[in-house]
Nanobody, 122 residues
Framework: QVNLVEGGGGSVQPGGSLGLSCAAPPYIFSVATMGWYRQVPGKERDLVAT???????IYAGTVKDRFTIFRDKPNNTVRLQMNSLKAEDTAVYYC????????????????WGQGTQVTVSS
């Protein structure tokens, strides 16, 4: 089974920074759109940022200009640098790899990491 391994997360004060990482098998990393979604209890899982196989990026409006997503290609890892963190960023962050069509050997399919807690508080 595909295993997405998440790292990072933790607790910081408002205005602080954290870095998240997500490592994928090479055959997934090379073709899938990858990124993070976040979720708080009782709410939908919302897009944070994604990067596709050609390095095109999408950011949620609430994180644009504060977060940066990029590929650490030698390590088959996607990273999310989160700066100027706010209390509203508190959530569980889930790494996602989205395969379109049959590029990953499946039909359209989403793989998910285990989630990592990000807490921003005073």
């Amino acid at each position: 089974q595909v295993n997405l391994v998440e790292g990072g997360g933790g607790s910081v004060q408002p205005g602080g920074s954290l870095g998240l990482s997500c490592a994928a098998p090479p055959y997934i990393f090379s073709v899938a759109t990858m990124g993070w979604y976040r979720q708080v209890p009782g709410k939908e899982r919302d897009l944070v940022a994604t990067i596709n196989a050609g390095d095109a990026k999408i950011y949620a409006g609430t994180v644009k200009d504060r977060f940066t997503i990029f590929r650490d290609k030698p390590n088959n890892t996607v990273r999310l640098q989160m700066n100027s963190l706010k209390a509203e960023d508190t959530a569980v962050y889930y790494c996602n790899a989205h395969c379109t069509g049959y590029v990953c050997g499946t039909g359209d399919y989403d793989y998910w990491g285990q989630g990592t807690q990000v807490t921003v508080s005073s």
